[in-house]
Nanobody, 122 residues
């Protein structure tokens, strides 16, 4: 089984930045894709970004393209989501997920973390 734990959420003003971290354990890190979802109040979960095990395949949602960057640190078994130019509409609980492929993550499969709250004030 794969276990992931998110951290780095918090309260930030519009235009500010945060970096979320997701630490993974239980499997060979480089063999698994990783992704970030978010869920805002009253809305369904939205896939924001995903990265393949080799980091050659990367996906971004249109809503965050150019503002958010996903990356992975193989030495630390950690995936990051760098979030810049944050907007109030980015307020949500952010979840990390891992599964063998980006494609299966897009289907909502995988092992999920507990979530971390991001709040952006205007």
């Amino acid at each position: 089984q794969v276990h992931v734990v998110e951290s780095g959420g918090g309260l930030v003003q519009a235009g500010g930045s945060l970096r979320l971290s997701c630490a993974a354990s239980g499997r060979t890190f480089s063999s698994y894709a990783m992704g970030w979802f978010r869920q805002a109040p009253g809305k369904e979960r939205e896939l924001l970004a995903a990265i393949s095990g080799t980091a050659e395949g990367i996906y971004y949602a249109g809503s965050v393209m150019g503002r958010f960057t996903i990356s992975r640190d193989y030495a630390r078994n950690t995936v990051y989501l760098q979030m810049n130019s944050l907007k109030p509409e980015d307020t949500a609980v952010y979840y990390c997920v891992t599964d063998p492929t980006v494609q299966t993550i897009q289907l909502g499969l995988g092992s999920w973390g507990q979530g971390t709250q991001v709040t952006v004030s205007s």
